[in-house]
């Protein structure tokens, strides 16, 4: 089934629903976890109790980022302020690797100092009702980021995504410390738990990173663009091409080479056309085209890129 483009509004809309549903199951399983790791003594389910207390700071953090991201272009943020979102999924990123290294250091505690489990019935409850609503959750969250790629709602997901992992294995272990009474098994999975919340916070925050930092979109974007360009009649050519991401909206600057004998007026009409194909791909996109006659000799940023890779490449082989 094919999907209509969502605009601004609906875009905007269903990032916030999103955003609320995750700080209310973050909170509510964060209440129902802190019982289970009271009342069972198990490390593996404080380690998710401390993951959960980490989704709500990160949701409550993804919903300021998705407020804040969804405001309009102002005089001082004139191509708005959707990178809010990255900054969100870096902030995450620091608490995510945070929570980590805490459930870390009290797992070699408990290697020194073993605890006993008990009530092992109670945390396995608790952790299959967390993992169902989580997995409910994450189904939501899916559904929203292919329709408004959010970078805030994906990596809320991220770490959602680890909470499945997480509630399944801590099931495990609660099985296998209830009917084998292996003891060590509880702190050997919270070392596992802890491990994969340190390497998906590395993917959060290079992600995040890559989006602050300006990096082009894909090849397969890119090479789009310079398909639509080429398949107009009219244009001679396209060169120049840069490409971001604003934070769920794309941006693409270029230079379109048009028969230098066009009038002012006739030249942005074409203009228009092209973006409106562009647009057609890539609904809410902003476009910055200048427009070139075909064949003029100018100094550009392909030439540009293309000199630097083959100094670095002499450089190498030198």
Same mark, same amino acid.
């Given at each position: ?35 289970? &790791? ?19 700071? &990160? ?175 009219? &244009? ?83």
């Amino acid at each position: 089934m094919t999907l209509h483009p969502l605009n601004q509004e609906q875009t905007n809309r269903l990032k916030k629903i999103a955003t609320i549903a995750s700080v209310s199951l973050a909170v509510s399983l964060s209440l129902l976890k802190t019982f289970g &790791a009271l009342y069972t003594g198990s490390l593996a389910v404080l380690s998710s109790l401390i993951d959960s207390l980490a989704d709500i700071f &990160a949701s409550s953090i993804t919903f300021i980022a998705v407020k804040y991201s969804s405001r309009p272009a102002s005089d001082n943020h004139r191509y708005g302020y959707g990178k809010a979102e990255a900054l969100s999924a870096l902030i995450q990123s620091a608490f995510i690797a945070g929570s980590g290294i805490f459930v870390m250091y009290d797992g070699f505690s408990r290697l020194i100092s073993p605890v006993t489990l008990e009530k092992t019935d109670t945390g396995i409850l608790i952790m299959v009702i967390s993992l169902v609503a989580t997995l409910g959750l994450i189904f939501f969250q899916k559904y929203v980021t292919r329709r408004t790629t959010s970078q805030a709602i994906s990596a809320d997901s991220a770490h959602y995504t680890v909470d499945v992992l997480t509630n399944a294995s801590i099931i495990l272990s609660l099985l296998v410390v209830k009917f084998f009474h292996i003891g060590w098994f509880d702190t050997l999975t919270a070392f596992i738990i802890s491990s994969y919340l340190l390497f998906n916070a590395y993917k959060l925050a290079r992600d995040a990173i890559t989006l602050l930092m300006d990096t082009e979109l894909s090849d397969d974007i890119r090479t789009n663009i310079i398909r639509i360009v080429r398949t107009c009649p009219f &244009a001679k050519g396209i060169h120049d091409l840069r490409t971001r991401d604003l934070g769920g909206t794309y941006m693409f600057e270029f230079h379109l080479e048009l028969d230098g004998n066009l009038s002012l007026y006739d030249a942005h009409d074409l203009t228009d056309m092209v973006e409106d194909e562009i647009l057609e791909a890539y609904p809410n996109a902003q476009i910055i085209i200048h427009q070139d006659p075909a064949g003029i000799k100018e100094k550009r940023l392909d030439h540009i890129i293309l000199n630097n890779k083959r100094k670095q490449s002499r450089h190498k082989k030198a």
